[in-house]
């Protein structure tokens, strides 16, 4: 058999043609070789020309091949893939906002949506001030360590370690190490829940930084002794993180700052509905308490006796983790969400995706092995699943017959707390019908395990291509052509 | 308005289907005294009224009808069919493509985009980008350290100042030293214990740098020393020689002049390409060509995922994990609808239009060109009275230059200005009129 190639943009070229992109020249040209040496200039690009229709159907024709939100179902555990309000879209192309200059002086309309969707944060989170200049969830998780550590510092205090459970996503501690610390691993129970005798043990070395925690945790479950969690790291002068991942099923419920957090980031582009875009852009707010504020990275926006002002430097600040202010134009979607739904909006989109995580469950736990389900305990946002099917087929096997259904499989391989774990998480944004649309195909999955694994294991059969070969991409990069 | 698409009909079935009675019954893991009865926010409001609201306050930003400002955020022109692609849900509301089969769209384009850039630059790889240019520079600044084993890195004067704060808070976080010199003091400053040296070209003030010189100084002391190019603008790409034929290592840009806006500076991108020997030590993700296990379609994969933290975990080399698809994407779609005679086009208006005004500006009496360097599309110009030209470009609705002050408090009265392919002849010879008239 031939190798069949997926055909690239670059070959749709044409040598002798161009586009109309390029303005009218209406200076007079001088000879390039005057006004920069020649020894500066390049030679050739070797980038075709390809006429402006053909590039529209090339990507329309990619797009073909690319499962989305829109479409079906995205179950992805931990990235909260809720719809993403058109009208989000229309605030942040208005020309106020997409076309200004990030150091332009008229920016009051900026200043003021940056203030207030911080504004907006605290109350949800119950924290004393926001840095909106984190890019994304890993960069947020990066500045709030990074936090710790210039608090640890001024205190002239030595913590070089950090805790971080089994069950964290793995930024938190690829996040902490880039901040200098090393990492205590502790081994979290069946619920991924934290075990207080071994928290008060690492503790108690006393070259303890904090906890990075999520709450409710990666399986999905809220730790009932969370209160007790964040006092014992308290007790030993440590402090408390908090992962935002999985805000979404507990906003405008409970306020991690009130559990105890010191430090919060958010993941924009989950909980507050703006595009995932293919894996970005996102943004990653952090939220302090207000011991920790002199610690922000700046610049920071600030309300004074004369209106808001920015400070662009301070000698307390941990100093700048980016250029300019942030992913301002994921800031206004985010904001522009956040004023749609109001206090009773953000409560109910909470509410319901407990609600639909939790209807997911019960109607596949008969079948399907849920570890607590026997415990009368309910999920909050998400769950995760152990995969052993009949005849062998495991978690992989159900997410590639999941495409074949038209549906995106939830994430799977982690949290590696189970075998073959495969974490599911529905939001809100979901209605019945299209839950039940999953469960039927899970069910049906289930029930092909038993006669035709087979067909299971080579799948998927439907999708633009078959089961892909990671080892040999890995082999032998080809990363580029 | 709150996109939840339940009745309370559904609502009561469902909890019936759970077994439960209330919403309320599924959070009885929080503890009662965390509950919290309702947020102190503001009711939610329909589209039109919110849309009526947040136009209201995009409003409150003066929109401008032509600038001369850049200093890391760039105006060109962007295509229609840009946001076009961008747009489709099929990418837009799409997440990492974890399940490669249902996603081989987006891995193709970012597969295309590595390409592009590899093209572009002539370096061997090219990840899926960073957050911003900043960070990019903060990334290479670490991988140097990785690859060399030594601690310390030297950044050039004129990169842009807010990248040398970001690599410096990155380098205290791993307590990296760094050290901050004019580019005349290399030849003095290299020593072989320097994992890496990081100069911007062209330059925050707009200058180009002898890329070639810089890498047979550093590489005469220690071939092992990395050398890193970072670019605020990389459209100057379109005539400049590339990276991969001046020696240097690593190369980083902020990616907002293909094709994104300024949207007061993010979201854009970061690009990072570099040699293949530093392909395992890159951060961010990276898309490969495969085949089918059972077949012969060839497709493509998220590969070399041993290098990132959800593998790794602390002994990943960055905590990346998503990069900046969506504006990748933009890019993607801007350099090819550019073409190599756009990009070269785009480029050579930029130097000439800048040449332009810059040959104009300095027969003015009282201004004065700093810098003997050949400059790409910024320039710095000292003014007799940068207020009175900075306030008079506003009223008449042009985004002036940046006065240095911002960043360098002694430089009173210098301007950086930036001029694109956007300028006309026409708004060039306003600037200059206005120029004229702040001298007297």
Avoid at chain 1, 4 to 14: M, N, Q, S
Avoid at chain 1, 454 to 463: C, D, G, M, N, R
Avoid at chain 2, 189 to 211: H, L, R
Avoid at chain 2, 232 to 258: H, I, M, W, Y
């Amino acid at each position: 058999m031939t190798r069949i190639t997926p055909e690239l943009i670059f070959e749709k070229g044409y040598d002798g043609m161009k586009n109309n992109f390029v303005p009218k020249m209406d200076v007079e040209e001088v000879d390039l070789n005057a006004i920069l040496p020649p020894e500066f200039q390049r030679e050739d690009i070797d980038l075709p020309n390809i006429p402006e229709f053909t590039i529209v159907r090339h990507f329309v024709n990619l797009s073909e091949k690319n499962h989305s939100l829109d479409r079906s179902i995205y179950p992805l555990g931990s990235c909260t893939m809720k719809y993403n309000p058109r009208i989000n879209e229309v605030t942040a192309r208005l020309p106020g906002f997409a076309q200004i200059h990030p150091l332009q002086e008229e920016n009051d309309g900026a200043m003021e949506l940056i203030y207030n969707l911080g504004e907006q944060l605290r109350e949800i989170c119950g924290m004393d001030a926001f840095t909106m200049n984190p890019a994304a969830g890993a960069h947020g998780e990066l500045t709030g360590i990074l936090i710790f550590k210039k608090y640890f510092e001024s205190k002239g205090l030595k913590k070089d370690k950090i805790i971080v459970p089994d069950s964290a996503h793995g930024t938190n501690p690829a996040s902490s190490v880039m901040a200098g610390y090393s990492i205590i691993e502790l081994k979290s129970n069946e619920f991924g829940e934290i075990p207080l005798d071994q928290l008060e043990f690492a503790m108690q070395g006393g070259d303890v930084a904090g906890l990075m925690l999520t709450n409710p945790n990666t399986v999905g479950i809220f730790d009932r002794n969370i209160t007790k969690i964040t006092e014992i790291v308290h007790k030993y002068g440590g402090l408390c993180y908090y992962d935002g991942a999985n805000l979404n099923p507990i906003m405008g419920v409970s306020r991690p700052g009130e559990m105890g957090f010191d430090i919060i980031h958010l993941n924009l582009h989950k909980t507050f509905a703006t595009p995932h875009g293919g894996g970005g852009p996102g943004a990653g707010p952090v939220g302090v308490k207000e011991e920790l504020i002199p610690y922000l990275p700046c610049p920071q926006i600030v309300k004074g006796t004369q209106g808001l002002a920015c400070i662009e430097q301070s000698d307390t600040s941990l100093g700048r983790v980016r250029s300019f202010w942030g992913n301002f134009g994921v800031l206004v979607k985010a904001y522009t969400y956040i004023k749609a739904l109001g206090a009773e909006g953000i409560k109910r989109a909470a509410n319901m995706s407990v609600v639909n995580a939790n209807y997911l469950r019960s109607q596949l736990q008969d079948i399907y092995d849920i570890p607590y389900n026997a415990n009368g305990r309910f999920n909050m946002h998400e769950f995760v699943m152990d995969c052993h099917l009949p005849n062998g087929v495991n978690a992989e096997d159900v997410a590639k017959s999941l495409l074949d259904r038209d549906l995106y499989a939830p994430t799977i391989y982690f949290p590696l707390v189970l075998h073959e774990p495969m974490m599911v998480e529905p939001t809100e944004t979901e209605s019945q019908r299209d839950l039940d649309k999953l469960i039927t195909a899970l069910r049906e999955i289930y029930e092909l395990a038993k006669i035709n694994p087979e067909q299971l294991k080579f799948a998927p059969h439907k999708t633009p291509v078959g089961r892909l070969d990671n080892t040999y991409a890995a082999r032998k990069p080809v990363l580029k052509k | 308005m709150d996109y939840v698409p339940h009745d309370d009909t559904e609502v009561s079935k469902m909890l019936a289907a759970i077994g439960v009675n209330s919403i309320d019954e599924l959070y009885q893991d929080i503890p009662k005294n965390l509950l919290i009865d309702r947020l102190n926010l503001d009711a939610g409001l329909s589209e039109p009224d919110l849309l009526k609201e947040i136009t209201e306050l995009s409003q409150k930003n003066t929109v401008y009808s032509s600038s001369f400002l850049g200093a890391g955020s760039y105006y060109h022109y962007i295509p229609s069919l840009v946001d076009f692609v961008i747009s489709r849900s099929q990418f837009y509301s799409a997440y990492t493509p974890y399940q490669a089969e249902a996603s081989q769209g987006f891995l193709q384009a970012i597969f295309e985009y590595q390409s592009a850039i590899s093209r572009l630059t002539e370096l061997d790889v090219t990840n899926a980008s960073m957050y911003d240019g900043a960070s990019a520079l903060a990334e290479a600044a670490t991988l140097t350290t990785f690859h060399t084993r030594k601690n310390k890195v030297i950044l050039i004067e004129g990169i842009h100042p807010e990248y040398i704060d970001t690599v410096k808070t990155y380098c205290w976080g791993r307590s990296i030293e760094v050290e901050i010199i004019p580019l005349d003091q290399l030849e003095h400053k290299i020593t072989p214990d320097i994992a890496g040296v990081c100069f911007q070209s062209p330059n925050f003030f707009g200058e180009i740098e002898n890329a070639e010189e810089i890498v047979n100084l550093v590489k005469n002391v220690n071939s092992k020393t990395l050398v890193v190019q970072c670019m605020t603008d990389p459209t100057c790409l379109g005539v400049l020689t590339p990276p991969g034929k001046t020696g240097v290592d690593v190369f980083v840009a902020e990616g907002q002049s293909f094709g994104l806006p300024t949207s007061f500076g993010g979201p854009s991108l970061g690009i990072f390409a570099v040699r293949k020997k530093y392909m395992r030590k890159m951060p961010g993700r990276l898309i490969g060509l495969t085949k089918e296990i059972n077949g012969e379609r060839e497709g493509f994969v998220l590969t070399l995922q041993a290098r990132e933290q959800h593998i790794r975990r602390e002994k990943a080399l960055s905590n990346i994990c998503s990069n900046q698809s969506l504006c990748m994407l933009a890019t993607l779609v801007y350099l090819v609808s550019m073409g190599k005679t756009g990009l070269k086009e785009i480029a050579n208006q930029n130097f000439q239009k800048t040449h332009y005004l810059k040959q104009k500006i300095a027969q003015i009496p009282g201004y004065k060109v700093l810098g003997e360097k050949s400059t790409y599309n910024e320039f710095v110009v000292k003014c007799p009275n940068f207020a009175k030209l900075a306030s008079s470009c506003k009223k008449h609705g042009i985004l002036p230059p940046l006065e240095l002050t911002k960043y360098f408090p002694e430089r009173e009265n210098e301007a950086l200005i930036c001029v694109t392919e956007q300028n006309t002849k026409a708004q060039l010879d306003e600037f200059l009129t206005l120029a004229k008239e702040a001298a007297l």
